[in-house]
């Protein structure tokens, strides 16, 4: 190892600490900060952010990225270090264009936007949050022109969280997977709808905190490398492979939401657990890419979780922990894990129109940033949309444009990587089918963890070192498809709705 990698460690560890704190005050001011801390907390953020900000984007910064770019350092370098200089160079010359005082400002934004966002949900109003969402986009057009000049701004946001990606990819895909879907889901609509009573009663909240800990020990996530938090809108952070937090939302109306919140919450966090250590405190650490973090979580939440096989060998354990499902057979519990009907909140729907609900926000999206519509035209735009593909209009703000977080702190882009992750869970399956065999003798068999291990060991331990095309490719031996989701959708409902 060269004297020159070794003071670029020691100079990245330091700027590390810096992300450190940063995503501590995060997750404290997520989870658990009296409301009137809000400024201590945001003025610190923003501060560290910031600090850390200028020292990704320092002189000092540059000289290490040059001289380890230079042939002669760069050839004796292996292959980890390798991607972590050239992606660090590249984040480097995006991140050198955006000026810190504008840095400083749109994190301070951000934070503004997110306590508006939930002051506005609450209140089911729109008009609170209107003004914050209009300052976000415009923040995100000039990040994205500072970034990258060079490409269209929605293309640039797609390819900044699925590196790759572009709206042309994500049309063809799209388009493919709804040809295919919308045939099925009216003929599952048009089937008996499934009798629901059964569910709807109060629901013991420290019962579901158990069952919450319960499933994700069980899927494989750890508890020496990782803790639990409670939030409004249930998300994962890390700060390495050694320290993974995820949050859930409870509700006394419904328990079965708050498991599936876990599980979904626990394969993201499952992933960043099990990078490589080696990988820990570099770009290549953390999976970067959201589609395929997006893929992991739905895989465990949708095609383990939502199978009945994953269920035989713990349901009576789940009856145990949470007696509000003593009278609830593992039958009746599928069957209403399985139902499918048009619904408002994304997070809520079931797998088949969850598919909609994201095409709705890729759509809108695309109008915000390509047809410049105005922000007080966006609740119309969203409620025609939600009529046009799930039939459905939303009566209030709060169960419409509102009910997501991620426009608030500028994640445009980011919606699109959740179809993506469950068009990438298709593909998946078929793989790990073809090494363990049948996917439902394995989970009946209560052998989940050694799914969990074989996606340790063929998309986790690498990180953000090999990219979602290259990921794919490497697992599945082809381009990226929707017709093996589609294949997944069609042989799973039919047989469960007897189409």
């Known amino acids: 190892m060269s004297e ?246 409870f509700r006394t109306d419904n328990a079965v939401d708050p498991m599936f919140s876990a599980i979904h919450e626990g394969g993201h966090a499952i992933f960043e657990q099990n990078v490589a250590e080696r990988l820990d405190d570099t770009v290549a650490g953390s999976c970067n890419y959201l589609g395929l973090h997006e893929s992991q979580s739905r895989f465990y939440e949708n095609v383990l979780g939502r199978n009945i096989n994953f269920w035989k060998p713990i349901y009576a354990k789940l009856q145990e922990i949470d007696p509000d499902f003593k009278d609830i057979t593992i039958d009746e519990f599928y069957r209403y894990i399985n139902s499918v009907k048009n619904s408002l909140i994304r997070t809520q729907a079931d797998e088949v129109t969850y598919c909609l609900h994201v095409i709705v926000r890729y759509e809108i999206e695309q109008e915000i940033f390509r047809n410049n519509v105005p922000v007080s035209e966006l609740p119309a735009l969203w409620n025609k949309k939600m009529e046009e593909y799930l039939h459905i209009t939303p009566p209030t703000d709060a169960e419409g444009i509102l009910q997501d977080m991620h426009w608030s702190d500028g994640s445009f882009g980011y919606f699109p990587t959740y179809l993506l992750g469950t068009i990438y869970d298709g593909m998946f399956l078929e793989a790990v089918e073809k090494d363990l065999g049948s996917i439902d003798t394995v989970l009946a068999e209560g052998r989940i963890k050694d799914i969990t291990k074989w996606l340790n060991e063929h998309i986790h331990q690498y990180g953000s070192s090999r990219k979602p095309k290259e990921v794919i490719q490497a697992v599945c031996g082809r381009e990226v498809s929707a017709q093996p989701i589609l294949k997944y959708f069609t042989e799973k409902y039919t047989k469960i709705y007897n189409l």
């Open 4 to 249: 020159l990698l070794d003071k670029f460690k020691a100079y990245l560890a330091e700027t590390t600490n810096l992300g450190h704190a940063s995503t501590l005050l995060y997750w404290d001011l997520e989870t658990s900060m009296p409301k009137e801390g809000f400024k201590g907390h945001s003025d610190a953020l923003a501060y560290l952010s910031t600090e850390s900000f200028k020292r990704s984007t320092s002189t000092e910064m540059g000289e290490f990225l040059d001289k380890l770019s230079a042939p002669a350092e760069f050839d004796a370098l292996d292959s980890d270090w390798k991607y972590i200089v050239k992606q660090m160079k590249k984040n480097y010359d995006e991140n050198k264009r955006v000026p810190a005082d504008f840095y400083h400002d749109f994190i301070v934004a951000q934070n503004e936007a997110g306590v508006a966002w939930q002051d506005a949900k609450a209140k089911k109003d729109f008009s609170i949050f209107a003004p914050h969402l209009e300052k976000m986009i415009d923040f995100t057009k000039k990040m994205m022109g500072y970034m990258r000049p060079h490409m269209e701004v929605y293309d640039a946001l797609l390819d900044s969280y699925e590196e790759g990606m572009d709206s042309a990819t994500y049309d063809r895909v799209f388009n493919e997977l709804k040809e295919g879907l919308l045939p099925l889901l009216n003929k599952i609509l048009a089937a008996k709808p499934y009798d629901e009573s059964k569910f709807k009663k109060e629901y013991d909240i420290p019962a579901q905190k158990a069952v919450e800990k319960f499933l994700l020990e069980y899927i494989g996530f750890s508890f020496d490398k990782g803790c639990t938090g409670e939030t409004e809108h249930p998300f994962t952070l890390n700060f390495n492979s050694k320290d993974v937090r995820v949050s859930n939302h």
